[in-house]
């Protein structure tokens, strides 16, 4: 059993309302509202796995929960708004839970987002410390919704930023969400994005496979973060960056026009119409054949 092929037999047996736009399977649900739709994304922050219980600060654990769910909604080229959070932990000293509300709260003031909900339980001793969730409500015009599926074979593939070593570097914790990236690409530049934090190379493939095109990956081109490889770069993950398809038309325009002098905007490759879900290199290898392409949860 693997995260993938688990999703693939559950996600079919969730019927969906008329007014669902997009269902399961991207980075955001979005609902039809009428005039825009409403985004809608959850995730989960877990000690142990996402961060190292024992040395992270409460606070950069909760301003990472929100951040995870920023980018999702930052990948669908849309504006936050609300969020409900979870928590759930074995602790019992006060200070890690007012610190992780601080931190959770202080990130919150930064997007104009509202903490508006939630829920608060313990957890059995001698187990995982935390497990904590939030659910990430916002926005996007309807012509600037952004989808895995949106990609057509001759456009090119972009990337923001850099990739690999996220946690030795503290990048993991010290991201930025692309969200003002997100909103300026949306509509005008692409309407096929997606937040990359499983890695590179898995999250790539997923696009490939939503859109039905193979993706010719240019590895040279891919930029590397401080003291990663190239397989990190690939299979890493936590990059939290942004992954988009550009028509050849645009692309003169929206390298003229970047906006954004502090995060990189690079060319890495081009979609095609032939090896429809896989992602290959310029001699035509294929680059997710083996085994381990990012992370998965229940990976065989």
Known sequence: MNEISLLCKILPRLKQRDEIAVGPGDDCAAIDM???????AV???IGGVHYISETT???????KL???????IAAMGGVPLYALVTVASSRKEEEWFMGFYDGLELE????N????GGDLSGLPAG??????????LGKTAKNHLCLRSGAKPGYLL????????SLNSGHHLDFVPRLKEGEFLAGKYTTAMMDVSDGLLLDACRMATASAVGIELWTECIPLRGGATLEQALTDGEDYELILAVSPDNVPDLKRNWPFPDTPLSEIGFFTSSRPGQVFDRDGNELNKGTYKGYEHFRD
Not at 34 to 40: K, Q, V
Not at 66 to 72: A, G, M, W, Y
Not at 158 to 165: E, I, K, L, Q, R
């Open 158 to 165: 972009f990337c923001t930023g850099c990739f690999g070593n």
């Open 108 to 111: 919150a003031e930064k997007w």
């Open 57 to 63: 600060p409460a606070a950069a654990a909760g301003a």
């Open 113 to 116: 987002v509202s903490i508006c």
């Open 34 to 40: 009428g005039d825009n739709y409403l985004l809608a």
């Open 43 to 45: 995730d989960q922050l």
């Open 127 to 136: 187990g995982t410390s935390e497990v904590t969730t939030l659910t990430i």
């Open 66 to 72: 929100l951040k995870r769910n920023l980018s999702d």
